[in-house]
């Protein structure tokens, strides 16, 4: 007989993004952390694999979002709480409730968050929750969002990294290394963006950790 559902699965894109709740939640009997790689394909054939091990009570996908919604800042919160029962604990850590769209690239320009803000209305942009909750809709698994905003929709990439990406959407450190020596001005700009990404992946993990220590004991049906 398989093993009732328990504990809280938390996907993330990539290391970088996870590694602040590694460190807090290290050792927890009920969390488990899961990076997918970037995109719907990877994270859709990393989530499944993961099942395998045994299904949780609850999926989250979190990680970084680019803004769309012109009001909002470096390191804010927005969710999706989906089918669970999270939405007051939610709205309790300060993240607002937000409308997600799931891109298959990287939107690299203002110019390209603002026709896209048009066209689909969503308030952020990101990669690889459309697969992860589709896959959780087919398995029966609650399942909710929550991410912190990496770039403004005022704000250009200081590179055009789907220009860097290998074929199974990883970048790839030769072609970024190619880059910058090609364009050596961008370098103050990459340092910027990694330190906004730090900033967002340590609030994101502080609420996560908030959040999750709370439910994880009660997870288990």
Not at 128 to 134: D, I, K, M, N, R
Not at 137 to 146: D, F, H, K, S, T
Request: aromatic residues 4%; contains cysteine; charged residues 20%.
């Amino acid at each position: 007989m398989a093993a009732p559902p328990a504990g809280v699965l938390i996907c993330f894109a990539q290391p970088q993004e996870a590694a602040p709740l590694h460190r807090r939640v290290a050792g927890h009997p009920e969390i488990r952390i899961l990076v997918t790689g970037m995109g719907s394909s990877n994270s859709r054939r990393a989530l499944l694999a993961e099942l395998q091990r045994g299904k949780p009570a609850l999926v989250l996908s979190a990680g970084f979002a680019g803004a769309l919604d012109p009001a909002l800042a470096l390191g804010d919160l927005l969710f999706d709480a989906g089918p669970s029962a999270l939405r007051p604990q939610l709205l309790a850590l300060g993240a607002r409730e937000a409308r997600f769209y799931c891109a298959d690239t990287i939107v690299a320009t203002a110019a390209a968050k603002r026709a896209l803000r048009q066209t689909s209305g969503a308030d952020a942009v990101e990669m690889e929750s459309a697969a992860l909750c589709g896959v959780c809709r087919e398995q029966g698994i609650p399942w909710a969002i929550l991410r912190a905003i990496s770039d403004t929709a005022q704000q250009d990439l200081p590179l055009d990294f789907n220009r860097l990406l290998t074929r199974d959407q990883r970048i790839s450190p030769l072609r970024l290394a190619a880059a910058v020596l090609r364009s050596p001005g961008t370098i103050p700009a990459l340092l910027a963006l990694r330190r906004q990404a730090r900033c967002a992946a340590d609030k994101l993990a502080e609420s996560l950790a908030r959040l999750i220590i709370s439910v994880a004991p009660h997870s288990r049906t």
